[in-house]
Structure formats: structure tokens, C-alpha cells
């Protein structure tokens, strides 16, 4: 019998840890790391990226989701999720596709882990929201989840503390659906 797997996605602002946390909880759990597609096409690209760049990042992302399902992980780790796509769409652009909600619901996510800003922001070559467009994105992204009334639960500290804070927040959140 195939048992459903739990999927948690990280989510945050920027620069608050989500691709090394998710490579480190992929190795944790023993599960295939898929880095973010979005930074990956975003470095492709010859100059800013359109509407259509940020469908086509959020199309992959469903892709990589449908396949590490079909894989039958016992655990599948998301290096970030459509709900960060969806705010990007409507503060760049003010506009959400209308297909993107309805994805949100249909593949369902059973935690949010939201890394939190108390890592420093480092700039890089694709990053665009350090300072308090950072802390607004970290509070839409929570608003975001808080409306769809998904669980979540917020990783703090660094470093090896902050792997364990989330490795245990996955394990209690994992027995809670267990015990239902």
C-alpha cells in the first residue's frame, strides 16, 4: 500500500536560508533536493523577466512538485512553494493568473516552514527585496497562508540550530497528523 507523502515547503523572504535549509532536510530525510527554479531562470535570462517568465517559474514548480510525488518519497522537501510565486506575481506585476490559485489548492502542502529574518540579508545577483520591502514580504507570504488557513510553523536561529528547529517541527507536526 503506498502511503501518502508529507510535504512541507519552505517559504520566507529572501535571503532567510530556505535553499541550504532544504538541501540539508532533503539529506536529513534521505529525499531528492531540487533547487529553486526561479533563481536558477532568472540568471538565464537576458534582462528583467516578464509576466510570462514568472508562469513559466511557476508551471516548473508544479512540474517538480507532480514528479517527487509520483516518486513516492515518504517525505518530499520544496524549496519553496506557489504561494511566494503568487505574491511576487501581484507585487510586481499586480496581476495572479487565474489558473495559480486553484494549483495552490490542489497540491496540497501539509507544512509551511517559514524561515524567518533573523539571518542577515546578502545581496546577490538576483535577490531585489533586502531592508523593509523584506520584512512586508515576510509578512504577505504569512498573511498568505493565515487566509488559506494552511499550517505553518516559523525556523529560527542558524546554522546547525536551525536545521534542528526545523527537523523538530517537521517530527511534531508529522506525529500530529499521525495521531488523527
Known amino acids: 500500500m503506498n502511503r501518502k507523502p508529507y510535504i512541507v515547503a519552505l517559504t520566507g523572504a529572501e535571503s532567510t536560508g530556505k535553499s541550504t535549509l532544504a538541501k540539508v532536510l532533503a539529506e536529513h530525510y534521505h529525499v531528492p533536493f531540487v533547487p529553486e527554479f526561479a533563481r536558477e531562470h532568472v540568471r538565464s535570462l537576458h534582462g528583467k523577466y516578464t509576466f510570462n517568465d514568472v508562469e513559466f517559474i511557476a508551471h516548473k514548480q508544479i512540474e517538480q512538485y507532480e514528479k517527487l510525488l509520483s516518486e513516492q518519497h515518504p517525505v518530499i522537501i520544496l524549496d519553496t512553494w506557489l504561494l511566494i510565486t503568487k505574491v511576487w506575481f501581484d507585487v510586481v506585476f499586480n496581476r495572479v493568473p487565474e489558473w495559480l490559485e486553484e494549483n495552490i489548492i490542489k ?53 546547525q540550530i536551525r536545521t534542528q528547529n526545523a527537523i523538530d517541527l517537521i517530527q511534531n507536526e508529522r506525529y500530529k497528523d499521525q495521531q488523527i
Open 107 to 159: 497540491h496540497k502542502v501539509d507544512l509551511f516552514l517559514v524561515c524567518d529574518t533573523d539571518l542577515p540579508w546578502e545581496p546577490d545577483d538576483v535577490r531585489e527585496n533586502g531592508g523593509e520591502n523584506r520584512n512586508k514580504l515576510q509578512q504577505r507570504y504569512i498573511d498568505e497562508i493565515k487566509n488559506k488557513q494552511l499550517r505553518y510553523k516559523l525556523v529560527q536561529g542558524s546554522g
